[in-house]
């Protein structure tokens, strides 16, 4: 093999590296932005249980049975009971 076709390997090599590196940074970039996205949804999920939260309890302040307080949030009346005992904030409904 010649010295210019050694080149040419050396330059493919190369810019082979280049590209996977390129291709790694891209998806830095993409979990970074996900995890911002994350973090962001994150946020809105607290303040959404706290604001159910609040309508729960008002509800139930003014009398309205647990049993259609949990009805109507679509959940099962034994985590409405955990959410305000305050045994479980990560409810799923």
Do not use: C, W
């Amino acid at each position: 093999m010649d010295k210019e076709e050694h080149f040419k390997l050396l330059r493919a090599s190369g810019a082979k590296v280049d590209k996977l590196q390129e291709d790694l940074q891209s998806i830095r970039d993409q979990e970074a932005a996900l995890q911002a996205q994350r973090v962001k949804k994150l946020e809105e999920l607290k303040k959404a249980r706290d604001e159910r939260m609040k309508l729960m309890t008002a509800a139930i302040e003014d009398k309205v049975p647990k049993a259609q307080v949990a009805r109507a949030l679509g959940m099962d009346r034994t985590n409405l009971y955990k959410l305000l005992e305050g045994k479980d904030d990560n409810a799923d409904a």
